[in-house]
């Protein structure tokens, strides 16, 4: 069982920065892929960005592409999103979510979920 704890959300002006970070317990990190994913009010939960479990490779939905990067720490257990340029539309809960084998944008492949963090863009 994996245990997941998202941080660093936020508010922030438009055209700002944000990093987020995802802690995992519970489970040998490094045999999951990892993704993040975000759910705005009254929206479906959508696909942010994926990574390999060695890093290798890297998905960005299109929404995010060239203004959001994942990353992972395999040693420290964690994974992270940062996101610049952010616009008021990408305000939503963030959340990081871990596949015990590739799943990219496909979110039933996922099998472990945290909390996540709220990021709010004002205009």
């Known amino acids: 069982q994996v245990q997941l704890v998202e941080s660093g959300g936020g508010l922030v002006q438009a055209g700002g920065s944000l990093r987020l970070s995802c802690a995992a317990s519970g489970g040998t990190f490094s045999r999951y892929a990892m993704g993040w994913f975000r759910q705005a009010p009254g929206g479906e939960r959508e696909f942010v960005a994926a990574?390999?479990?060695?890093?290798?490779?890297?998905y960005y939905g299109d929404s995010v592409k060239g203004r959001f990067t994942i990353s992972r720490d395999n040693a420290k257990n964690m994974v992270y999103l940062e996101m610049n340029s952010l616009k008021p539309e990408d305000t939503a809960v963030y959340y990081c979510?871990?596949?015990?084998?590739?799943?990219?944008?496909?979110?039933?492949?996922?099998?472990?979920w945290g909390q996540g963090t709220q990021v709010t863009v004002s205009s």
């Open positions: 990574i390999t479990r060695n890093s290798g490779s890297s």
């Open positions: 979510a871990a596949a015990p084998r590739w799943a990219g944008g496909n979110l039933p492949g996922y099998d472990y």
